[in-house]
């Protein structure tokens, strides 16, 4: 089905990009990440270009351009807005979408994809969206009905779990004629409204996101993933049915990366690399790089789950998410020329805004770590 929709696509002259969109997404400068009271390393330029300090070369910034590019100030409704919401009403045509969020722990993910009562992020919002969407053509009487259901899995040590019912149980990724990707086994959850989703949602992800998110953590490792699938039926013959799928990915930290430069790539010696992280940068790579080459799928659980999701016919983001601390320089850079479009040395000294940090704040601040992590198991 997606084959002949790229073929249907292509020969429409309609054929949607296969790139994916990448949005780089600054967090708030945090004192407690700059115990040196150094300042930020990064800055917005415009909507689009960040600069970064030339740890080679002080005398110099890196200017990169992205998609989009949201400063600190840039508020969760604003990301959804962006980035998410335009792709929604391609679910309630059959077609498929997915929206990451990539990074190095404790750059933002999980704020940016989960976010917090107060703040919530990508993925209440997007439910709340794919609702009052589907309520809006309920009420058009076009003569579909919709139904919604959710998945919840991780991929952890190239492992499918089921986040739903809980096992340790390895799920097959399997593909039907049609090159649909599906789990056999995995729990499909029926959804009848937004606070239902709440309730199975809610208490499944902080099972998950309660631990600390100490390096090396299983949260900061394993993929999460959230799969909303809107299936429509037309109500008279020939009963026409139609499968949109959504998949909303909180990914491993990607500081299990090492890379040089934009395209080679050098594997860390010691500890495990993420594999799945690792083929996902390739498949993204090999997406935006046009071409036609071959798109390395079915070298990792997670592109191989993604695979009628990226690229193609569908829809995708990805929501980089950086620090501007100092600390996280090296991850930050990395991620960077992972996600730029373009990037520019200019010979300018990097214009800091004054960050002036009492030794009290600083001393408050490690008190503060301290007391957290002895509170920790
Ligand atoms: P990650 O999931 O990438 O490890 P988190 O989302 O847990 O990172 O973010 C690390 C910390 O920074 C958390 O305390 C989070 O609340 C905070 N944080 C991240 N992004 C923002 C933001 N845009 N605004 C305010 N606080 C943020
Ligand atoms: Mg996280």
């Known amino acids: 089905m997606a084959a002949q929709r790229v073929a249907e696509d292509v020969a429409k002259g309609t054929k949607q990009t296969a790139r994916v969109r990448v949005a780089v ?3 708030p400068y945090m004192h407690m990440q700059d115990q040196k009271g150094e300042g930020a390393c990064v800055r917005r330029l415009d909507t689009e ?8 070369n002080a005398t110099e910034t890196l200017q990169y351009q992205f998609d989009v590019f949201h400063g600190e100030e840039t508020t969760q409704q604003e990301v ?10 391609h679910l309630l045509k059959g077609q498929n979408a997915s929206v990451f969020a990539y990074g190095p722990t404790g750059a933002g993910k999980t704020h940016t994809m989960l976010g917090s009562q107060e703040q919530p992020g990508v993925i209440p919002r997007a439910v709340r969206g794919v609702f009052n969407l589907v309520k809006a053509k309920e009420r058009e009487h076009e003569g579909w009905d919709y139904s919604i259901d959710m998945s919840y899995l991780e991929i952890y040590n190239e492992k499918v779990l089921d986040l739903l019912s809980p096992s340790a149980q390895d799920l097959p990724i399997r593909e039907d004629k049609d090159r649909n990707i599906l789990i056999p086994g995995l729990t499909h959850t029926p959804l009848s409204s937004f606070s239902d ?21 299983r949260s900061s490792r394993s993929h999460a993933i959230l799969l909303i699938k809107v299936v429509r039926t037309q109500r008279n013959p020939p009963h026409r049915q139609q499968t949109g799928k959504l998949y909303l990915v909180d990914l491993a930290g990607s500081e299990d990366n090492r890379r040089t430069g934009n395209k080679g790539i050098r594997l860390k010696e010691s500890g495990a690399i993420n594999l799945s992280l690792f083929t996902l940068s390739k498949v993204v790579d090999s997406l935006n790089a046009g071409g036609g080459g071959r798109v390395p799928y079915r070298d990792s659980k997670l592109t191989r789950l993604l695979q ?5 016919s569908s829809h995708s983001v990805m929501i980089t998410n950086i620090a501007p601390e100092y600390t996280y320089y090296f991850e930050t850079f990395t ?17 800091r805004e004054t960050v002036t940090v009492s030794s009290v704040q600083v001393k408050r601040s490690r008190e503060e770590q301290e007391a957290g992590r002895s509170g920790e198991p």
């Open 308 to 312: 009628d999701s990226l690229g193609g």
């Open 197 to 217: 989703f709440h309730s199975h949602f809610i208490p499944a992800s902080l099972n998950r996101t309660t631990a600390s998110t100490k390096l090396n953590q």
């Open 80 to 89: 959804f807005l962006s980035s998410v919401k335009p792709i929604l009403p």
């Open 25 to 27: 997404r600054l967090r």
């Open 49 to 56: 270009t960040l600069e970064i300090i030339n740890w080679r």
């Open 335 to 351: 991620a960077l020329n992972f996600a730029a479009k373009s990037k520019q040395i200019v010979n300018k000294p990097f214009v």
